[in-house]
């Protein structure tokens, strides 16, 4: 039983569209992430939930807004998509702050055409 | 100066060698750090975790913080093929609303 799942695993699509990833995590935990990994493998925060409370949220164009309708579930939602928005999107989740063990999704590979 | 600098490598080694991998920061609040081992198109996952200074040992892996050179290493003795994967280092100072800063990540191959 997948611990943190994401869907899609791909997601190719058109400038100017929006598109949304849903990330769903079954390991009881209260803090989720999405981070953004570049073709250089940096992986940045993007924001942080804990118990559907938006706790982190770094400096990301108004394009990107999470939504968590519960603590087990945080979506991500892309409007305008733009051609340096490609990069691989990583949901995770921990017990409760950020350094406790992370537990990492298998990513989304975004590519904007 | 980056918070957290990682040299991206990439590091090949001959089966059976011992690694290190180092990560500078700037940050002197930091007192979490952590490794992730990242395999090719899956997510990081937790490899090592040590709290402030000093070192801790995991089978063949230890981690070594030196918070007064603000300098972290992760030793792989007698490396195997199954290493190879891209490592993080990550770290945190821990107040509320701060995020876990992750190095760029070294690649890392080890050939048989």
């Known amino acids: 039983d997948t611990a943190v799942s994401q869907t899609p695993k791909y997601l190719v699509t058109q400038m100017g569209n929006d598109k949304s990833i849903k990330c769903e995590q079954n390991?009881?935990?209260?803090?989720m992430y999405w981070y953004k990994q570049d073709s250089k493998k940096f992986l940045k925060i993007m924001f942080s939930?804990?118990?559907?409370?938006?706790?982190i949220n770094e400096t990301v164009p108004n394009r990107f807004s999470p939504k968590s309708p519960d603590k087990a579930h945080l979506n991500l939602h892309i409007n305008s998509l733009e051609l340096g928005d490609s990069a691989v999107y990583f949901c995770?989740?921990?017990?409760?702050?950020?350094?406790?063990?992370?537990?990492f999704g298998p990513g989304t590979r975004l590519t904007v055409l | 100066q980056k918070e957290v600098e990682q040299d991206p490598g990439p590091l090949s080694v001959p089966e059976g060698a011992i690694v290190s991998l180092n990560c500078t920061y700037s940050?002197?609040?930091?007192?979490?750090f952590m490794w992730y081992r990242q395999y090719s198109r899956k997510g990081p996952e937790l490899l090592m975790y040590t709290y402030s200074s000093g070192n801790k040992e995991d089978g063949r892996f230890t981690a070594q913080v030196d918070k007064s050179s603000k300098y972290i290493s992760l030793f792989i003795r007698d490396s195997q093929p199954s290493d190879s994967a891209t490592y993080l280092c990550?770290?945190?100072?821990?107040?509320?609303?701060?995020?876990?800063?992750f190095g760029k990540g070294t690649t890392l191959s080890v050939s048989s």
């Open positions: 940050n002197s609040a930091f007192q979490y």
């Open positions: 390991l009881g935990h209260d803090t």
């Open positions: 939930y804990n118990n559907k409370e938006l706790i």
């Open positions: 990550a770290m945190s100072a821990w107040q509320a609303g701060t995020a876990l800063i």
């Open positions: 995770a989740s921990s017990q409760d702050t950020p350094t406790d063990t992370q537990y």
